[in-house]
């Protein structure tokens, strides 16, 4: 027996990178698939694009929105026409390896109790440039264990997670009051209830580009959001109540983290009306006054005295010396991950 494991690439306006994404699905080792392109009224060259590639190989399939429908939402719509035993979210943008679905699927079937298994994530520029990669052990999680595996450590990122279709259900699909963490609620709600595997072998690429840049440094990233989603797991009263409120406080203290880098980085790109919005959360919803007031003075002084963003550059610089090992893992993750940057080649 062989399952059906569905692709779900939404996209809009990418046809030349969407190119790339769905050959990089249909050059799975394992063939049984459904590549399904939900298309959010590009208006472009898309249809054509994936007309071509449906005449290449049937197993491409075309459904064009009559008007757009939202990035998320187009993900909702993806995942509710899913009617296969497994299936992966691909964005336009990324690049699954060749023996994903295959390693995934043999674990999968051997351990019928796991909601999914997430591999390595690999985070490369256009160039091949390394940036990052997510870090988890092959492994199998109990729920709720998982869950706390997955906030202590790297989030799983879903482009590198095949997922077994029974679970959606019981947790009610992806919560779209949530937003942009939609990917990472999604998971965290899965881990809660169901146990989950892992594994360190390479699965997708997810490429980093001025886009996607721009979207993660944007405070509307994570937030409210992400207060929606600590909602989802603290207030599930089918799990402990020790349990959620030490959820609770770790998703805090990294929401918290996570808001002043975005506000800093907020200063170092000159977008000082973001960086006082980030303030403003810190010190209204936290009552984080000292990080708050650095971000205020950064921001005044750098509209009001110019060479104030050389002092952050210089800042930077030092930040940069003092983060030992820094210069060694970047050099240790482009020799361990540099040979798949043929695969953000265009097809």
């Known amino acids: 027996m062989t399952p059906m494991i569905t692709t779900i690439i939404p996209t809009f306006r990418r046809p030349q990178r969407l190119r790339r994404a769905v050959a990089s699905a249909l050059a799975q080792t394992y063939p049984n698939i459904r590549v399904c392109v939900y298309d959010n009224a590009s208006g472009d060259d898309t249809a054509e694009v994936v007309a071509e590639l449906a005449r290449q190989d049937p197993r491409v399939h075309y459904v064009c929105h009559a008007e757009n429908l939202g990035a998320r939402a187009n993900f909702e719509y993806g995942l509710d026409e899913v009617a296969t035993p497994y299936f992966s979210f691909l964005s336009d943008d990324d690049v699954l390896l060749p023996e994903f679905y295959a390693a995934a699927l043999q674990a999968l079937e051997t351990h019928p109790d796991a909601a999914f298994w997430g591999g390595t994530t690999i985070v490369m520029t256009d160039d091949g440039t390394i940036r990052d990669a997510t870090n988890w052990p092959a492994a199998h999680y109990a729920a709720p264990d998982g869950l706390l595996a997955m906030i202590d450590n790297n989030y799983l990122i879903w482009t590198s997670v095949l997922f077994r279709s029974d679970p959606v259900c019981s947790i009610g699909g992806l919560d779209p009051d949530v937003g942009a963490p939609i990917d990472t609620d999604f998971l965290l709600r899965l881990a809660a209830r169901f146990p989950f595997m892992t594994s360190p072998d390479p699965a997708a690429i997810w490429t980093c580009h001025p886009g996607s840049s721009a979207v993660m440094a944007d405070p509307g990233f994570i937030w409210p959001g992400w207060l929606k989603t600590m909602q989802n797991i603290t207030g599930d009263?089918?799990?402990?109540?020790?349990?959620?409120?030490?959820?609770?406080?770790?998703?805090?203290?990294?929401?918290?983290?996570?808001?002043?880098?975005?506000?800093?980085?907020?200063?170092?790109?000159?977008?000082?009306?973001?960086?006082?919005?980030?303030?403003?959360?810190?010190?209204?919803?936290?009552?984080?006054?000292?990080?708050?007031?650095?971000?205020?003075?950064?921001?005044w002084c750098c509209l009001y005295f110019a060479p104030t963003y050389g002092l952050v550059a210089v800042v930077d610089r030092i930040r940069g010396l003092l983060r030992r090992g820094a210069e060694a893992k970047a050099t240790d993750l482009q020799s361990r991950f540099g040979q798949y940057s043929r695969f953000v080649a265009a097809p």
């Open 237 to 299: 009263e089918r799990l402990p109540a020790d349990l959620r409120a030490r959820v609770g406080d770790q998703l805090t203290d990294q929401v918290k983290r996570q808001l002043f880098q975005i506000g800093y980085n907020s200063i170092r790109q000159r977008k000082l009306d973001d960086a006082r919005e980030v303030a403003s959360i810190l010190r209204g919803h936290y009552a984080q006054h000292g990080r708050a007031t650095l971000l205020d003075v950064l921001a």
